[in-house]
């Protein structure tokens, strides 16, 4: 039986992917919910969520680094059939493990100084709570860094299901650990709440590895194939960890120079950025983890060629699915935000601040998708220096350009260089690209983007007017204004991309109907049991 195309093999990937994410993203915001309505908001909380930012940004960073690197070197490993597959997995753990304990030993020594300064602002009382929750939410470091490991040889063998669960698990976790004992330790079950629920990612991946064969304990030394020479985990690490580190920083960097400006700036800032990732977080994540296993498979077994064709065709696809949201999120931002946050404290004034930052952060969605393309592509080149170029071309342009923008435009310039930044390093990215892979058959590209540009601001337009047939400004008149609006758009938007005979818009409806067939004669062919 013939493999599916490659095509087919990333949609259902990233469509098991984004089911399962959007499941357990719906359990983390019940749980979200939850502690939200057990510790409400005061300067304990305030504590807690600074002392989270030291191991989450630190090991985001790292966990980013190590699925850039370990993933493509095990799926280059897998295909070419090498017997040193299972001793990089097992150094690559080993690396990670013994690298996220150092980091957390050496940050328990600087954590009275940090979190002194990251509590400035908090009263005595506070800053004793941030340093006694910074020390309890340490371990949560080489957990999370582990897991990120365990994680990568899972996608490096295509069990991309599991790893998607991870944020439901953890949900769940720190529900029953915060109703077992918030009574009794208040906001510090919050706090041993995340660490176990870090815990049970690497219980849940670790037993998938083993199982796999990856952990178990080896029969002798390895043999002088497998400890050979080649790629040493560590090393190749460091080039995407300085990378990603500034890019990490810029969200920071973003609100640190947002802070001067009025009043509410730094929030409208950090809620526009949290509405503009519902598409990473619905699909986006998902699809650039399958990605990557699959564009390592093609470099591996067709070298530069396939990974060229694979390159045109997801930018194409990419464009064709992002560029109504994109038009949709600036035309309806304003009851977009009103439906999601307008209530309470958070009036008329916050929500148009916040619509301000959302219009060019929904503008960068396109670039920063693309962005992720290339970044990509490098990454299963096995190339983690070029990816690190353009992280720290990413970080000076962004700092440059808000210092240029932010005086005549305000916080609506931050976000604009964001926009014009992300552009800028895609475009090098593709220069930089066509080095390695040769032409990359941009040319075609441009005829269905043109197309696909003029399908999207007539579904702006139609949203737009929709938006104008219901009045009022409550939640339901608002619901339905984001629905007809939207509905009406992308129908208009489907519409034309159909009638213009755009080749992605018929890749999807075929990847669509052979995905509902396939699972339909999966549901056919299982035996029928009479009781």
């Known amino acids: 039986m013939s493999q599916p195309s490659l095509g087919r093999r990333i ?100 954590t009275p100084t940090l979190s002194t300064w990251l509590g400035y602002q908090l009263s005595d009382a506070g800053q004793d709570l941030l340093h006694q929750l910074s020390l309890e939410l340490l371990p949560m470091l080489p957990l999370l860094c582990l897991s990120g490991a365990l994680a990568s040889i899972l996608v490096a063998q295509h069990r991309f299901g599991l790893t998607a669960t991870l944020p439901g698990v953890d949900a769940v976790i720190k529900i029953g650990v915060i109703a077992l004992w918030a009574r009794a330790i208040g906001i510090h079950s919050q706090a041993w709440g995340n660490v176990l629920g870090a815990v049970a990612g690497v219980v849940v991946l670790g037993v998938a590895v083993w199982r796999l064969g990856y952990l178990a304990a080896p029969a002798g030394a390895p043999s002088a194939v497998e400890a050979g020479h080649g790629p040493s985990i560590g090393h190749e690490m460091l080039y995407p960890l300085l990378g990603l580190s500034l890019l990490q ?91 999601l946050f307008q209530r309470g404290a958070f009036d008329a004034q916050a ?16 670039p920063n998708y693309l962005s992720l ?33 932010i005086g005549p435009l305000g916080l609506a310039g931050i976000t604009l260089s964001t926009a014009l930044t992300l552009t800028l390093v895609t475009v090098a990215g593709w220069v930089w690209l066509r080095r390695r892979l040769g032409a990359l058959d941009l040319v075609s590209l441009v005829k269905p983007t043109v197309q696909v540009a003029l399908a999207s601001l007539a579904c702006g337009l ?62 056919q062919s299982k035996p029928f049991r009479q009781n």
């Open 462 to 523: 139609v949203a737009l007017l929709m938006r104008s047939v219901i009045p009022g400004q409550g939640s339901l008149a608002l619901f339905l204004r984001l629905a007809l609006g939207g509905g009406a758009g992308l129908l208009v938007y489907l519409a034309l991309t159909w009638l213009w005979r755009v080749e992605e818009a018929a890749k999807v409806q075929f990847l669509v109907r052979s995905a509902l067939q396939t699972r339909l004669g999966r549901w």
């Open 373 to 405: 393309l290339v970044s990509r592509a490098f990454l299963a080149l096995q190339d983690r220096r070029a990816p690190m170029w353009l992280g720290i071309g990413n970080a000076v342009g962004n700092v440059t350009l808000n210092w240029l923008l």
């Open 249 to 339: 920083l810029n969200p920071y960097v973003d609100r640190f120079m947002a802070s001067p400006l009025q009043p509410g700036s730094v929030t409208a800032l950090g809620y526009a950025e949290k509405v503009a990732a519902i598409p990473h977080i619905l699909f986006g994540a998902g699809f650039y983890g399958v990605i990557l296993t699959h564009w390592s498979e093609v470099a591996a077994s067709e070298g530069p060629t396939g990974l060229r064709r694979a390159l045109r065709n997801a930018t194409a696809m990419v464009i064709f699915l992002l560029a109504p949201v994109v038009t949709l999120f600036v035309a309806l931002r304003s009851d977009l935000v009103a439906l």
């Open 11 to 110: 949609f259902r990937d990233t469509a098991t992917v984004s089911i399962i994410g959007t499941a357990g993203q719906v359990v983390a915001y019940l749980m979200t919910a939850y502690v939200a309505a057990t510790f409400g908001a005061d300067w304990r909380t305030d504590a807690l969520g600074l002392a989270l930012t030291i191991p989450m940004f630190t090991a985001n960073v790292v966990r980013e680094a190590v699925r850039s690197v370990l993933a493509p070197t095990l799926v280059e490993l897998r295909v070419r059939g090498s017997p040193r597959l299972v001793h990089v997995a097992r150094q690559g753990v080993l690396v990670v493990t013994v690298g996220a304990v150092g980091l957390a030993l050496l940050l328990a020594l600087v």
């Open 351 to 366: 929500t148009a601040l916040t619509s301000a930052a959302l219009g060019f952060l929904a503008v960068a969605l396109l």
